[in-house]
């Protein structure tokens, strides 16, 4: 609509310049030209306001798009299996996923705008043509000259879009880690070794957008000669060739104004040609996150937690080492201390549990059912864990324990658990700075987090290692003084937790195994 609107303007303002030029200034009618020139000066000030609404539309329709696409892309992520996070460090994912988020909403909202700028093309046509048929015939003739002059260079475009994509990756991948990890590169004095590194990644990002830019520019710049020397030839063709050259200097003033005005529009159309192809790799790359497969799980929903029986589980990594989890049975209500040396298996038994790891050998089953059948998303909220590493946020202390779930247990009854009082207290609503936190401190957040869920089985994944010993034994005591019906599963490595725990579970190498052992019995 704003494209026919913006049309018909155009059309009315080159019949008002003809009657300026052609009557009013040649025959000193000043009544004509006031008239007619007041016409004119409004019908600008529509289209201004017209391209005005018609760039919001076009960016609210580019950046709503990207933002679609963005939060199902990361909404598949988070959907998917883990192991897909393993493949690539989180900026590099993002990295991709937002630039070609951007790419692909580009090129689709300028798809949409194709209709407008054919009718933008017919409209300024149909002037010239109004004036000489042949006219637009020598305008027609100048477009193949856009296409001999630019698309070989369409194939140069893509080639480096994609290098500036790769390089982003690798930059915001280096810049993450070395701002996320200042207080070691400090200590280290290893500022040169890190500089130097970025340095490198920026280089070669700033060497693809260069060459990137390069292209795009030639484009842009031999279209935007074309167009200016374009209104010239064709009158001088007019003059030179056929000698019927309109004596209006009105007619001649609107083929000067609205034939780059026509190449214009064919550029916009044009354009959007070598988008496709310089947009084609980010479209497959947003594709590829929207299509992500779903985890694989079952469809058994688990309504109360019974049992859990491991049996000769054994997990082969990439990298070809082998880890053996010991058979384990563990009933509702138990108490399960599980210790060993790191990197043998105790983690990763969580993480099959949870269905973080899902290429393993042997049985892992709950309530006898095995957990390829059952539904994660319903195990999870049976199943709570408290990771080793943080899982603290850049929220305020409350939203980050409750994550927006509603709250089985009091909050305040987490807060005493998790002797959190003191920081709740100084931090009331504001948002937590991450590095500003103690490790004992995360550690508390994360147990928070687990145990605000109320789950029926929780899991602790050696959480408590970043607080003191007394600190522990006091959580562990609180956590089984007020949690005194469900089944809790502790990974520590610390002697004076066994005394909380019904049994110890002990983890060993593979070759130990063999030594006939019974592991419950530890």
């Not at 009082?421 to 991450?434: M, T, W």
Request: hydrophobic letters at 45%; proline letters at 2%; charged letters at 20%.
């Amino acid at each position: 609509m704003i494209a026919i609107s913006i049309g018909t303007i155009s059309y009315l303002i080159s019949n008002d310049l003809k009657v300026i030029f052609n009557q009013a200034i040649l025959n000193n009618q000043i009544n004509i030209f006031s008239t007619h020139l007041i016409q004119v000066i409004i019908f600008f000030i529509i289209m201004f306001l017209l391209n005005v609404i018609s760039f919001i539309l076009d960016n609210l329709i580019l950046w709503k798009g990207s933002k679609n696409i963005v939060v199902c892309s990361v909404r598949k992520l988070l959907k998917t299996d883990y192991d897909y996070f393993l493949k690539a460090p989180p900026s590099a994912i993002w990295t991709e996923l937002n630039m070609s988020a951007q790419q692909t909403s580009g090129f689709y909202s300028s798809f949409i705008e194709l209709s407008s700028y054919i009718i933008e093309f017919v409209v300024y046509g149909f002037i010239i043509i109004n004036i000489s048929l042949y006219a637009g015939f020598f305008s027609i003739c100048v477009i193949p000259l856009s296409f001999l002059m630019t698309f070989w260079m369409q194939k140069k475009l893509t080639e480096w879009r994609i290098k500036i994509l790769d390089a982003s990756k690798q930059t915001s991948t280096t810049a993450l880690e070395i701002i996320s990890s200042a207080k070691d590169i400090k200590s280290k004095n290893a500022y040169e070794f890190f500089l130097e590194k970025l340095n490198q990644t920026q280089s070669t990002l700033a060497k693809s957008i260069v060459v990137s830019s390069f292209y795009e520019n030639y484009w842009s710049g031999v279209t935007s000669l074309i167009s200016s020397i374009a209104p010239l030839i064709v009158i001088y063709l007019l003059m030179g060739i056929t000698n019927i050259v309109t004596t209006k200097p009105g007619d001649i003033i609107v083929l000067y104004s609205f034939i780059p005005l026509f190449l214009s529009s064919f550029k916009k159309i044009y354009s959007i040609v070598l988008t496709y192809f310089t947009a084609h790799p980010f479209i497959e790359t947003s594709k590829k996150y929207i299509t992500l497969p779903e985890e694989k799980a079952g469809t058994v929903k688990i309504k109360n937690f019974k049992t859990l029986t491991t049996k000769d589980i054994n997990v082969v990594f990439d990298n070809g080492q082998s880890l053996k989890i010991p058979n384990i049975n563990v009933k509702k209500g138990d108490r399960i201390l599980l210790m060993g040396e790191s990197g043998i298996g105790k983690s990763t038994l969580f993480n099959i549990l949870l269905g973080m790891r899902k290429n393993f050998s042997g049985s892992l089953e709950v309530n006898g059912v095995k957990i390829h059948d059952i539904d994660m998303e319903n195990l999870r909220n049976i199943i709570g864990i408290s990771f080793q590493n943080s899982g603290v946020f850049s929220l305020s202390l409350k939203e980050n324990i409750l994550l927006n779930k509603k709250n089985d247990v009091d909050f305040n009854d987490i807060i005493d658990i998790t002797n959190l009082k003191r920081q709740l207290k100084e931090k009331k609503e504001q948002i937590l700075n991450i590095d500003n936190l103690s490790g004992g401190e995360k550690s508390r957040i994360s147990m928070a987090q687990n145990l605000i869920r109320n789950p029926e089985v929780i899991l602790i994944d050696e959480s408590l290692s970043n607080v003191d010993e007394r600190m522990e034994s006091e959580i562990i005591s609180n956590i089984i003084k007020n949690f005194n019906d469900k089944t809790i599963i502790c990974i520590s490595h610390r002697e004076n937790s066994k005394k909380y725990f019904d049994r110890v579970i002990k983890f060993e190498r593979i070759s130990d195994y063999s030594k006939e052992k019974d592991p419950q019995t530890l």
